[in-house]
């Protein structure tokens, strides 16, 4: 599933390729993917209008279109936006084609119909997006407020974090990634940190986050970019995915455990267990392996 580094890059593509374009057609090939208003109406709504801004909230697009108008794209599991050119055969697993006054098209395809598009009036905006937590990368998201979600919570690390209504745009990849570079073993229970591994946590949600941005999104299966290109985050990640490899820091085997039903990577060495004492310093961002 694309997380937020992977829909921020695609964002940031859009922001400079869209904006001021026009949308003069909307043609649903699945339009069971519309969430909201029905898809005649989602039809109506988003023809003829003009793409004013792009945003993002969590791991959802938002296109500002003229009028007040909102179109919000969650890719799920394999959702993928592209812009073609006039010419350009169209892509396999359509779903919506948005044709552009410039003869461009920006399609969303996606193999497993998981995705969802909508169509929001500006008030009705702040209601879809309520559950959603703090931005990880606003300026809302300091140590104190990273506190205030782990404080108090009898909960692990992994699936707090994981929780979309605390901290919005989190998954798997980077969660794990973010966990390893702070030295928090993910079975911790979120209200026994300490000031100073709280400080580190942030730190490091915040780090991994921007390399993955930086290099467009790990790509495993089917993420592209706006003009079909891979990220190449995955050579960038220190433990995601290396179960039975040597941790990066210490050399210890990385191991695989299933925490919320989510398969979780881990350094026992250097994100110990939450009953052991001694264990190495963290992973700090000038220690890390990519800048």
């Keep these: 599933m694309p997380e937020l580094a992977e829909v921020e890059y695609v964002a940031r593509q859009l ?63 394999a959702g993928n936006l592209r812009l073609l050119e006039a010419a350009a055969a169209d892509e396999p697993y359509l779903i919506a084609t948005f044709d552009l006054a410039d003869g461009r098209r920006l399609i969303y395809s996606d193999p497993r119909k998981f995705g969802r598009l909508a169509f929001w009036s500006a008030a009705e905006l702040p209601g879809a997006l309520a559950d959603y937590g703090t931005e990880p990368l606003g300026p809302d998201f300091t140590e104190a407020r990273l506190a205030q979600i782990l404080m108090g919570r009898d909960r692990a690390l992994k699936p707090l974090l994981l929780d979309q209504s605390h901290i919005a745009g989190l998954g798997n990849i980077y969660t794990d990634e973010a966990l390893f570079r702070a030295g928090l073993h993910p079975l911790r229970h979120a209200s026994t940190l300490t000031p100073a591994e709280i400080a580190r946590l942030h730190e490091a949600i ?17 993420h592209q970019g706006l003009y079909g290109e891979a990220g190449t985050n995955l050579d960038h990640l220190d433990i995601y995915q290396h179960e039975g490899q040597p941790c990066v820091r210490c050399g210890t085997t990385i191991q695989r455990i299933v925490v919320g039903q989510r398969g979780t990577r881990f350094c026992p060495t250097c994100q110990p267990t939450p009953d052991r004492e001694g264990s190495p310093r963290p992973l700090s961002l000038k220690d890390a392996k990519h800048p």
């Design 206 to 222: 915040i780090a991994v986050l921007e390399i993955g941005i930086a290099h467009g999104g790990t790509t495993f299966g089917r």
């Design 15 to 77: 922001r400079d390729a869209v904006i001021g374009a026009q949308i003069t057609r909307v043609t649903l090939a699945w339009p069971r993917a519309i969430a909201h208003p029905a898809a005649p109406d989602f039809i109506d709504e988003v023809t003829g209008r003009t793409i004013e801004a792009i945003d993002r909230r969590g791991k959802l697009l938002l296109l500002h279109l003229s009028g007040a108008g909102i179109l919000t794209v969650h890719r799920r599991m």
